[in-house]
């Protein structure tokens, strides 16, 4: 159960699109279309964003897309907004009925 | 208001046992999956656990396997995670949350404390 890999920061000014991979293996983001992203502020929890890959739930803007291909899910932010400096996890089930978080990303707004 | 509550944090010492309880207002958890994540003072999101609606079907993380156990109470609508063995690397802030969509978390608790130290 490894955490799942993902670039320790990102950057983008307001109105540009920001995107965050995650990358795994063949036993979790590679096996299963269930990956899932979280948005957290400091000191808040965590909020749903993405889930099964690509389905947003209500309420989530829909400048927040996601994707992917093979082992490596992908975030997307676009028309970046101060709002969207946060820390960004993904998540993917995996092997034995688990589920697997990534590394984290914090997104700075310039 | 709608929300997931945490309760049963705390400081223990290395070794000893803890219990966390996990509440629903405003709906009934009893027909949702619910997972236990935590997080590490300055650290990511570690998946914990997770138990299905009955109580049936339960999994864990390599890191707490043997040491904790997930359990509900469908007539008290509550949720537990029971900790034992405690280690120092268990201090975290533990987050329930509601498995509301298919593979993922979709209501988080604001979580509880549980510090292991002398």
């Known amino acids: 159960q490894s955490a799942l890999t993902q670039p320790p920061s990102a950057s983008g000014s307001p109105g540009q699109s920001v995107t965050i991979s995650c990358t795994g293996t063949?036993?979790?983001?590679?096996?299963?279309?269930?990956v899932s992203w979280y948005q957290q502020h400091p000191g808040k929890a965590p909020k749903l964003l993405i889930y099964?890959?690509?389905k947003r739930p209500s309420g989530v803007p829909d400048r927040f897309s996601g994707s992917k291909s093979g082992s490596t899910a992908s975030l997307t932010v676009s028309g970046l907004q101060a709002e969207d400096e946060a820390d960004y996890y993904c998540?993917?089930?995996?092997?034995?009925?688990?589920?697997?978080f990534g590394t984290g990303t914090k997104v700075t707004v310039l | 208001e709608v929300q997931v509550v945490e309760s049963g944090g705390g400081l223990v010492q290395p070794g000893g046992s803890l219990r966390l309880s996990c509440a629903a207002s405003g709906f009934t958890l009893n027909t949702h999956w619910v997972h236990w994540a935590r997080q590490a003072p300055g650290k990511g999101l570690e998946w914990v656990s997770q138990?299905?609606?009955?109580?049936?079907?339960?999994s864990y993380a390599d890191s707490v396997t043997g040491r904790f156990t997930t359990s509900r109470d469908n007539a008290e609508s509550t949720v537990y995670l029971q900790m034992n063995s405690l280690r120092p690397e268990d201090t975290a802030v533990y987050y329930c949350a509601r498995g509301g969509v298919l593979y993922a978390v979709d209501m988080w608790g604001q979580g509880t404390m549980v510090t292991v130290s002398s």
């Open positions: 998540c993917s089930f995996a092997a034995s009925n688990t589920y697997v």
């Open positions: 063949n036993r979790d983001v590679g096996r299963y279309n269930s």
């Open positions: 099964e890959v690509t």
């Open positions: 138990i299905d609606p009955n109580g049936n079907g339960r």
